[in-house]
């Protein structure tokens, strides 16, 4: 099977104020047609923006290198024009937060009309009918009469469902989810994550799912990489991963996701610490040791010393770890 | 210990919305006639969706603003007589933490400034013994004088942010505090740490806690008692792992399968998952024109003609636990624990039905164990 979407050695970098920030750095990973691949991480991990470089999303001070090939077509040195032509008709993406993502001046109906003659040569009416049946994709109930409501008329869940209608509108090979659920409700959290998949069945397509949450993962997503300070740490199947967790931050960020079987006031175990400073003076090499070092239960001397490669074991499981974890599911680490 | 720190009853709180571009205007019901107790050292949980009404419960608590009926009693005094002077001191001893660290913070105040405020207010009037009550409060909440007493919030990360807030809360010697989704946009990590800060302080200092959340994963490991809020009324309550244990509403049955889990196996087939729920069918209706009699009877999969006509109110259902209140014409019985977490719990059914067909349940295709049940309910409640 060919993929979708293959990243390679994708790397970003910025230079504030004469400092070197390695916001992603060295990321691979593929995705194939009809597959769902979560990238997880905690804010400031790299995973939003390691997305917005493939969608040429981030500012002009950010330096990006490395290889992004979608369908074929290398993405990465792009010119604004080209990268435009991919954007909605390959490549799509959905945000956080849809209320800012739509025109509140705009009806809801006219938006995704305008975005779809934006890329194919049809006529008003034709962009009108097919915003109404990619309205009936969604689910939206009584589309002809949401065609012409504002988006203050929405609640969240609905305006998501707009805004994946609005991404599906040109049929993308690849959607770009980036914590697409994270501001809604649990409930309509899931009605929109069954959407997605229900609809990814239905269409064929390839999502790449960004988040934080690693029981969205689990229940989702078909492979997993996970990011620690811009660097993938941890790369399986999801079964694979979430089954035989390997490396320390996994499982650290595994024991404190909030579970309906644990016992009321027992303490949840934690790390201390926080993620590494990415920041470094020009011309000097991102920090020498494991970047989970200073909070890892299990670093020793070479941990601090030497930097760990993400390498695959024979069963498709990739870490970056010099003491992986014995792998009995979710063993967790830390102290309490 | 005979008396509640704080009784709720009858609340109700309603707002006047004007139609506006479309939305019909009409009269908000927010909050329709609440009660509820905490205990001292209890920490109770009360869990919705968007528009349950969960926030504006706090903030009648508070009398900010007050409600438009009801009774709100805290160490036995009624707060809705207080005014002025005499609510100020009652509401000290009742104190918030809200959701976005950063926006409750004010920006341009030091960390010390921001946490002596509520000293200065309770009459801490020397200098030194204000530094030394915020060096205390800083280090009971992890953060220390020296380190972090001089930086602004933009300074700080989102964790630290919350734990000056925290700080601040306690700087009043409050009784009750009540955490408005505190956790809820925090990473993962700094959830974990910031809910064990708030579980040792309740140890500690022998505090109470309204916890409300939209996540029943979120509240598990600190409640003792959880409220299931649905269109401004209780929907269940109860001792925490009764509810999590043997929900007895269809709403809480909700919230649990929706949350997303880790254990192997739980992806949904694809074909099921193409069965999405349109819209209408999986949001709540509007809280200025709620359905007629049971609220949640427009996405019940177990309602029927009666829901439409009588308010259920909260009852302790046949076979329940003690404290175990459900407002449900037709409860999950309180049989054996259902196995939750299996497979077909999260696969979606067909299409559900409105109102109509008693035999809705099974074919939701939940797990078999709550099927059973159900069915059982329905039958003997049919004679």
């Known amino acids: ?336 | 210990m005979t008396e509640p720190l704080l009784a709720v009853r009858d609340l109700v709180q309603e707002f006047t919305v004007r139609g506006q571009g479309g939305v019909r205007g009409g009269v908000l019901q927010a909050v329709s006639g609440v009660g509820l107790d905490i205990w001292p050292g209890e920490t109770l949980s009360v869990v919705g969706e968007t528009g349950s009404g969960k926030s504006t419960l706090a903030r009648s608590i508070m009398q900010a603003p007050p409600p438009k009926s009801g009774e709100v009693t805290f160490r036995g005094v009624t707060l809705g007589t207080l005014r002025g002077a005499a609510l100020r001191d009652a509401r000290r001893s009742i104190q918030m933490i809200f959701q976005d660290p950063y926006t409750s913070l004010d920006p341009l105040w030091p960390v010390a400034r921001i946490v002596a405020e509520p000293l200065i207010a309770a009459g801490v009037s020397d200098r030194g013994e204000r530094r030394r009550r915020v060096g205390e409060l800083l280090e009971q909440v992890g953060l220390d004088l020296g380190a972090h007493g001089r930086r602004r919030a933009r300074e700080l990360s989102g964790g630290q942010c919350q734990r000056v807030a925290i700080a601040r809360a306690l700087a009043a010697s409050p009784a009750l505090i009540i955490a408005d989704e505190a956790v809820s946009s925090l990473d993962v990590l700094v959830q974990a740490q910031v809910l064990n800060l708030l579980e040792g302080l309740r140890t500690s200092l022998g505090l109470s806690y309204l916890f409300i959340a939209h996540d029943l994963a979120l509240v598990k490991q600190v409640s003792d008692r959880v409220a299931v809020m649905y269109l401004g009324r209780l929907c269940e309550v109860g001792p925490a792992d009764e509810v999590y244990a043997r929900p007895r509403h269809p709403y809480t049955v909700e919230l649990l399968d929706a949350v997303p889990r880790i254990e192997q196996g739980e992806r949904p087939a694809r074909d099921a998952a193409a069965d999405a729920l349109a819209d209408a069918a999986a949001e709540a209706p509007s809280p200025v024109h709620p359905p007629s009699g049971c609220r949640f009877r427009t996405r019940c999969p177990r309602a029927q003609a009666r829901c439409a006509q009588e308010t259920p109110l909260l009852a302790p259902g046949q076979g329940a636990a003690s404290g175990h209140l459900v407002a449900c014409h037709f409860p999950i019985a309180a049989g054996p624990e259902p196995e939750r977490g299996h497979p077909t719990a999260r696969a979606p059914g067909p299409e559900r039905g409105r109102a109509a067909e008693p035999a809705a349940g099974p074919e939701r295709g939940r797990a078999p164990a709550t099927n059973t049940a159900a069915t059982k309910t329905i039958a003997s409640d049919s004679k």
């Open chain 1, 1 to 336: 099977m060919t993929a979708v979407l293959e990243v390679r050695e994708l790397s970003v970098r910025y230079r504030p104020r004469g400092r070197v920030v390695h916001a992603v750095d060295s990321l691979s990973y593929s995705v194939g047609a009809g597959r769902t691949v979560a990238i997880i991480g905690e804010s400031g991990s790299g995973k939003t923006a390691s997305s917005r470089a493939i969608m040429g999303l981030l500012p002009r001070s950010a330096q990006v290198s490395g290889s992004a090939v979608l369908n074929g077509i290398e993405l990465i040195g792009l010119g604004a024009r080209e990268l435009r032509r991919h954007r909605g008709h390959d490549v799509a993406m959905i945000f956080q937060d849809p209320a800012r993502s739509l025109n509140p001046t705009m009806r809801v109906g006219p938006q995704i009309a305008e975005a779809i003659r934006a890329h194919r040569p049809i006529s008003r009416a034709a962009a009108r009918e097919r915003a109404i049946e990619l309205f009936r994709l969604v689910r939206l109930s009584a589309p002809e009469q949401r065609y012409s409501e504002y988006p203050h008329q929405f609640s969240g869940g609905m305006r998501q469902r707009v805004m994946i209608a609005m991404a599906l509108s040109c049929s993308p090979r690849l959607l770009i989810a980036d914590e697409a659920t994270t501001a809604l409700d649990v409930t309509t959290q899931a009605q929109i994550m069954r959407l997605l998949t229900g609809l990814q069945a239905q269409l064929g397509m390839a999502i790449l799912m960004i988040s934080h949450d690693l029981g969205l993962a689990a229940s989702f997503a078909d492979d997993v990489v996970v990011m620690y300070a811009g660097r993938a740490v941890e790369r399986a199947p999801a079964r694979e991963l979430f089954g035989n967790v390997r490396m320390p931050y996994t499982s650290a960020l595994l024991g404190a996701v909030p579970r309906l079987d644990r016992a009321a006031h027992t303490p949840l175990p934690v790390i201390g610490g926080r993620p590494p400073v990415l920041s470094a003076p020009p011309g000097s090499a991102p920090s020498a040791g494991c970047p989970f070092a200073a909070r890892c239960p299990r670093a020793d001397d070479r941990c601090e010393r030497e930097r760990p490669e993400l390498a695959e074991d024979e069963a498709g499981h990739a870490y970056a770890c010099w003491h992986p974890l014995a792998g009995s599911s979710h063993e967790i680490s830390g102290e309490a």
